[in-house]
């Protein structure tokens, strides 16, 4: 296995497309065609981690925090990030982050979190905007079904709740090939007629690359008439926080110990109590990672969260 293939796995849980702009995630340090050894994840990658990634022959981290946030202007070892950078490359270390990417994903840290404290009907607590784009596009009618069979094959169609959602609308398409075009229908200096279906799909944005490739490699036409925007569709799926509810309401103080036990958090720090039960709660992850169990690698990447 090499570290691309394990980014793409981390990609598919949280796209790094939806982390936040002042964040820097993604592989920091390392070629993403090298074979990985073994996978040490962390919260933080600091200099003991790398120690401990050199004794147990890890070549890549999968660090929450990103240890690069800005760039770098020299790498002297002057600070615990320039030491960790240079000993990552003199070791041979990839290291990568993922930090809000994690945060936003649906199945990420704050899902994992309501998940370790049974609660129910989780909503996102803050959504992320721009994040549902749409593909119009227009096909000759003999073609259109493979054509929507493929971009739905992609991820296309998918809003909310719902995919393979489309919308086709019929008309007649007009165009005149060039004397230096190659037409796959119509002659040269020729006006041609074609039925056509317009198309109109939904997609995720981080999949935008992926929609268009998947286009042009099933349209018929060597000049493919396109356009996409973005629609301003609320996401249920992407975003900040949660919010949720607990199946029995709580008083305060039971829940601030149920938390406690829960997240096996040593102190629990509070607001001042209102003396109201507790129902409904906003998860939001922050600050530090939840001590989790003995498990495989994947399983720990799938789990890597803070609170």
Known sequence: MIIQQVIDFLEELAPLHYAEG????????????????????????????????????????VSFHPIVFSGLKKITGNTYVERVVIKAIQNNIAIFAIHTALDNAWNGVNAIICKKLGLENQNILIPKKETIKKLVTFIPKAQVENLRQALFNAGAGSLGNYDHCSFNLEGTGSFKPNEESN??????????????????????????????????????YEEVAYEVTTLENVNQKIGMGMIAELPEAMDEVAFLKFVKTKMNCGIIKHTKLLGKKIKKVAVLGDQEVLQLEQQNVQEQIFLLLQI
Do not use: W
């Open 22 to 61: 002042f964040d820097n995630v993604g592989l920091l340090v390392g070629n993403k065609e090298t074979e990985i050894t073994s996978i040490l994840v962390t919260h933080d990658t600091l200099e003991k981690v790398i120690d401990e990634a050199i004794e147990k022959n890890c070549n890549l981290i």
């Open 183 to 220: 037409p796959t229908i119509g002659k040269k200096g020729e006006t041609h007629y074609e039925a056509e279906t317009q198309i109109g799909i939904t997609f995720p944005a981080h999949l935008e690359s992926k929609v268009l490739k998947t286009l042009f490699e099933n349209h018929p």
